[in-house]
T-cell receptor, first 114, second 115 residues
Framework: DSGVTQTPKHLITATGQRVTLRCSPRSGDLSVYWYQQSLDQGLQFLIHYYNGEERAKGNILERFSAQQFPDLHSELNLSSLELGDSALYFC?????????????FGDGTRLSIL | AQSVTQLGSHVSVSEGALVLLRCNYSSSVPPYLFWYVQYPNQGLQLLLKYTTGATLVKGINGFEAEFKKSETSFHLTKPSAHMSDAAEYFCAVSSSSGSARQLTFGSGTQLTVLP
């Protein structure tokens, strides 16, 4: 158990819809990262938040957005969903922003677009 | 920009045989390197990490990796494979821009352990 909690575990929805994925980091971790894992793209970094502030954006579409709340949990919002958005979405956390700090991953949310 | 190349998307070994999973990285600054394992329907679990210091790094479940700067490699090994080692393995490099941190992953190597 990594200590990172993601909900829901599975999500099935239709094209054009909007969903929210939730992540609770490990106790004491201030950094939250979101990644997308798909068969064709592999593991791709989406976005990094530290203590409520956005710190970096990766390959995140404009239809996607995220935020980190004062209690440090984070949400990833995906809108105008397309078939290609079907993937496994992971959240990871680390204590701060040190390069040498490993990121600890949750079990992911599997998003299926029908 | 930093990148990771994992040679061999699929590796099969017999139970009890040596496991060798290859990883090469590209980095303009001293890298921080990680190996993660992913079991079916689970998240990524940290196996080991290299930050600074000793170039031979020991991790969980009997795995180890050696950082070779001259070869820009960070190969993962285990002397004797066990059936429970069957999983997908990812090598990753930590990159930074200012105070931002992200992991850049290789494409993964699926390890099959044959009885």
């Amino acid at each position: 158990d990594s200590g990172v909690t993601q909900t829901p575990k599975h999500l099935i929805t239709a094209t054009g819809q909007r969903v929210t994925l939730r992540c609770s980091p490990r106790s004491g971790d201030l950094s939250v990262y979101w990644y997308q894992q798909s068969l064709d793209q592999g593991l791709q970094f989406l976005i990094h938040y530290y203590n409520g502030e956005e710190r970096a954006k990766g390959n995140i579409l404009e239809r996607f957005s995220a935020q980190q709340f004062p209690d440090l949990h984070s949400e990833l919002n995906l809108s105008s969903l397309e078939l290609g958005d079907s993937a496994l979405y992971f959240c990871a956390s680390s204590p701060s922003t040190g390069n040498n700090q490993p990121q600890h991953f949750g079990d992911g949310t599997r998003l299926s677009i029908l | 920009a930093q990148s990771v190349t994992q040679l061999g998307s699929h590796v099969s070994v017999s139970e009890g045989a040596l496991v060798l999973l290859r990883c090469n990285y590209s980095s303009s600054v001293p890298p921080y390197l990680f190996w993660y394992v992913q079991y079916p329907n689970q998240g990524l679990q940290l196996l080991l990490k290299y930050t600074t210091g000793a170039t031979l790094v020991k991790g969980i479940n009997g795995f180890e990796a050696e950082f070779k700067k001259s070869e820009t490699s960070f190969h993962l090994t285990k002397p004797s494979a066990h059936m429970s080692d069957a999983a997908e393995y990812f090598c990753a490099v930590s990159s930074s821009s200012g105070s931002a941190r992200q992991l850049t992953f290789g494409s993964g190597t699926q390890l099959t352990v044959l009885p």
